[in-house]
């Protein structure tokens, strides 16, 4: 398929998961700080959202592992490593530090970046300055 359709394809797809981010609220710091804060008013509307979407993502990677390519042509390029070793726990642990400290990852960010919230326009820049120095102090392998 051309270039052209996959793109297409691709920010439509973009832009139905940050609608679906909106939808449910996950866009949103302080409700992912609800669900992080175990001792004082706990919301567990994080989980649940998660849960329909590990749901909704097991049936399509099995279905997935069984081809070579996508529906669009694009070929399929699986992570080949299984160990779990210094660099994704401490990948993890900072993912988990920034997510609990400003109750934004990287999907939701984008989503407030796109509606204009001015804390969205920090997290991002410094979200890409991250991704630059990680890749030039520990190049992909």
């Known amino acids: 398929m051309h270039q052209s359709a996959r793109t297409v394809a691709a920010g439509l797809v973009g832009l139905l998961f940050g609608v679906g981010l909106i939808v449910a609220g ?3 710091p302080a409700k992912v700080l609800a669900f992080l804060d175990l001792a004082g008013a706990w919301d567990p509307s994080l ?8 749901g909704v993502a097991l049936p399509a ?3 997935s ?3 070579d390519s996508g529906w669009l042509g694009a070929r399929f390029d699986w992570p080949r490593a299984s ?3 210094r660099r994704l726990l401490m990948g993890s642990a900072l993912f ?3 997510w609990g400290m400003a109750g934004i990852c990287p999907g939701p960010a984008l989503v ?3 509606a204009g919230v001015p804390e969205a326009f920090g997290f991002v820049a ?8 990680a890749g030039k102090l520990w190049p992909a392998r």
């Open 112 to 114: 407030l970046l796109g």
């Open 126 to 133: 410094a979200m890409l300055v991250g991704i630059g120095l």
């Open 47 to 54: 989980a649940l959202v998660m849960g329909g979407a590990i």
């Open 65 to 67: 592992r069984r081809r």
């Open 61 to 63: 990677f099995a279905l």
């Open 26 to 28: 996950m866009a949103n």
């Open 83 to 85: 160990q779990i070793d």
């Open 96 to 98: 988990g530090v920034g």
